[in-house]
């Protein structure tokens, strides 16, 4: 029997070792007043007491302090409330839509419920070049819903519900500071959606392939296959990020091994008036080439040229390496991408890249992205 138990004081939540080992419990959320749906809200609720007393430093910080939340004194309650608002994502792309070809023309994912009126943040692939979308309730209820935006510098996409929902919406977390260690909640939405553990295992930049790059990125480990929009919370219930990828090798201090990648929320507040006013931020009217690339020891490889794309038009090939743009060093995705974006969105672009072990240089006229996009027929 345990010191504390001997001197009649009240037993503190789970070990450390036992979060760990409940990292790879999984729940359904169809029926979520179950033993162990209570035993993994008493976890993470443990979680929320333990910050309080807790002063190991954060993994990751933001400048904003915490805003207290009226749910705060019963964390089981925030948490339940947060699982609650994530609702399962439906779409359909538009016919012919070249994102079809990647995506699929059905894809479906998950939100979470952000507004009173029924504006619901997920992950803006599940939305891209959509003719029509709708929302699943956990009671298989199929809400129709109109696309608000889509986000290409965030990632971010939001759709708005066209019939009351009757969901509380989640308080998006004011700081992002996570520690050591702690139990933050992963839930996915829709027929088959899921609440399990996470751990954070690192917060940095992430460039994607395909003409991509975030800063303050959320990694979480174990890894989930029904990432698409789902949401991450903190044991006050509170949305830390929006599920994009997952990745084979997560970096941070933890054992290196696949986990997923989250779009933070704390890039959503200065774009959300301008993504429900114009559907889309300033930042994501930026010059596209229309190439996937990958960072290797030698430099900046493409891997993957987009029909009729730029690239395509200007003959870039799969297999070249980018040395330069506009005359400057390409040393990895961040730097080429950062490069390619500051300047106007449609310009002539110079490359300059080494194929089959001979230098040439290629003349791109880069376009706005957003304008590639198809829209629906009702639009």
């Not at 909640?185 to 954070?200: K, N, P, Y």
Request: one cysteine or more.
């Amino acid at each position: 029997m345990s010191d504390a138990l001997n001197r009649g004081r009240p037993a503190r939540p789970p070990s450390r070792l036992l979060r760990r080992d409940l990292l790879r419990l999984r729940f359904p959320r169809r029926h979520p007043v179950t033993v162990l749906a209570a035993m993994l809200l008493g976890l993470l609720a443990g979680g929320a007491a333990d910050a309080e007393e807790d002063t190991e430093p954060a993994v990751a910080a933001s400048a904003a302090p915490h805003a207290a939340h009226p749910l705060r004194g019963d964390p089981a309650l925030a948490l339940q409330r947060a699982s609650d608002a994530v609702v399962g994502v439906e779409v359909h792309g538009v016919d012919g839509a070249p994102s079809n070809d990647m995506l699929g023309q059905f894809r479906a994912g998950s939100g979470v419920v952000i507004a009173d009126d029924g504006l619901v943040l997920t992950i803006g692939y599940l939305l891209m070049e959509a003719e029509d979308a709708s929302l699943v309730l956990d009671s298989g209820r199929r809400v129709p819903a109109r696309v608000v935006g889509v986000d290409l510098a965030s990632g971010f996409g939001l759709v708005q519900a066209l019939l009351p929902l009757a969901v509380p919406p989640a308080p998006l977390a004011h700081d992002m500071r996570v520690r050591p260690d702690e139990a933050l909640m992963l839930v996915s939405g829709g027929g088959e959606g899921a609440i399990s553990l996470a751990r954070l295992s690192a917060r940095r930049a992430y460039s994607g392939y395909w003409e991509y790059h975030i800063d303050g990125a959320l990694f979480t480990q174990p890894p989930r296959t029904d990432h698409s929009g789902a949401g991450l919370f903190n044991a006050r219930g509170e949305l830390l990020g929006i599920g994009s990828l997952l990745v084979m090798d997560t970096p941070g201090e933890h054992q290196a091994g696949p986990g997923n990648m989250f779009v933070p929320v704390d890039l959503l507040g200065p774009i959300l008036r301008e993504l429900r006013e114009r559907g889309s931020s300033s930042a994501s009217h930026r010059a596209w080439l229309g190439v996937n690339c990958l960072e290797q020891a030698e430099g900046v490889r493409v891997v993957r040229v987009s029909p009729d794309s730029p690239a395509e038009d200007a003959g870039v090939e799969a297999g070249d390496l980018i040395q330069r743009i506009d005359g400057a060093s390409v040393k990895d995705l961040e730097g080429f991408y950062k490069r390619l974006w500051s300047g106007r969105a449609e310009r002539r672009v110079a490359l300059e890249v080494l194929r089959d072990g001979k230098p040439r240089r290629i003349d791109v006229h880069s376009v706005d992205r957003m304008m590639t996009l198809r829209r629906a027929r009702s639009i």
